[in-house]
């Protein structure tokens, strides 16, 4: 066989289904200016994380007949420096205008972009369900240090160490950290809402469950630095002393 028959045997691409984290800038009410100015306070908050960060827009929370200028939204999503690549809960009439404007229309139910910070007292009581560890569970012994990532696509991933600075960690189950973690920790990467992440000490960047994210500087004073478990109830995350 010719080296040129040879070379077009082989597949130059892999089409492969994955499972990725993608923030979801959920609109409350139809204000552009008010929401233009409060998402660079947020994006200041974390600015490294959101730098050229895709993002869903949803629109779920709107009435259906407000009228959106989808071109106005998008170009003020951008001039963020985030990047609109999808949109939820579009309606009908607007369907064709954002696929005009590149925008992947979206049917899957997705979480809100904002989550909450502590959990109320009366959901506290609540048991975490009980289930067999998923299929394909990792266990890592060694710390996973700054720069570093892991990744389990399938199943719950337990560190017996620390998680460093930098580094990021996320599973399509629950996450462990039997040590401090630092860092980002994504848990339920595939959307699995009852995934849940456990820390021996809480200084994370950033912590999120089925995409719904929380930044460190929305945590909870009193459980920095603790032993704490951060769950998804309600459309947002609650974390909680263990």
Same mark, same amino acid.
Do not use: W, Y
């Given at each position: 066989?010719?080296?040129?028959?040879?070379?077009?045997?082989?597949?130059?691409?892999?089409? =492969?289904?994955?499972a990725f984290t993608?923030?979801?800038?959920?609109?409350?009410? !139809?204000?552009?200016?008010e929401l233009a100015a409060q998402l660079a306070d947020k994006i200041r908050?974390?600015?490294?994380?959101?730098?050229?960060?895709?993002?869903?827009l949803s629109l779920r929370e709107l009435d259906e007949d407000e009228p959106v200028d989808l071109a106005e939204l998008i170009t003020l999503v951008r001039g963020q420096g985030l990047l609109p690549v999808g949109?939820? $809960?579009?309606?009908?009439?607007? =369907?064709k205008r954002a696929a005009a404007?590149?925008?992947?229309?979206? +049917?899957?139910?997705? $979480?809100?972009?904002?989550?909450?910070a502590e959990e109320p007292e009366e959901e506290a009581e609540q048991k975490p369900p009980v289930a067999a560890p998923p299929e394909g569970s990792k266990i890592i012994t060694e710390p996973v240090r700054s720069g570093q990532s892991v990744t389990v696509s399938q199943g719950d991933l337990t560190v017996l160490a620390s998680v460093g600075s930098g580094a990021e960690i996320a599973a399509s189950g629950s996450i462990h950290v039997y040590g401090t973690l630092r860092g980002r920790a994504f848990a339920g990467c595939? $959307?699995?809402? !009852?995934a849940r992440i456990f820390c021996q000490k809480l200084e994370a960047?950033?912590? +999120?469950?089925?995409g719904i994210h929380l930044v460190s500087e929305d945590f909870p004073a009193q459980l920095r630095? =603790?032993?704490?478990q951060v769950r998804l109830h309600g459309g947002r995350l609650h974390i909680t002393a263990l």
């Open positions: 066989m010719s080296s040129s028959a040879a070379h077009a045997s082989k597949a130059v691409f892999d089409l =492969k289904g994955a993608i923030p979801v800038l959920s609109l409350r009410r !139809n204000e552009l200016d908050q974390a600015p490294d994380f959101f730098r050229n960060a895709p993002v869903v949109i939820t $809960g579009c309606p009908e009439r607007l =369907k404007l590149d925008l992947a229309v979206l +049917a899957a139910r997705t $979480g809100k972009a904002q989550a909450a595939g $959307g699995e809402q !009852n960047e950033l912590v +999120a469950i089925a630095a =603790k032993a704490v």
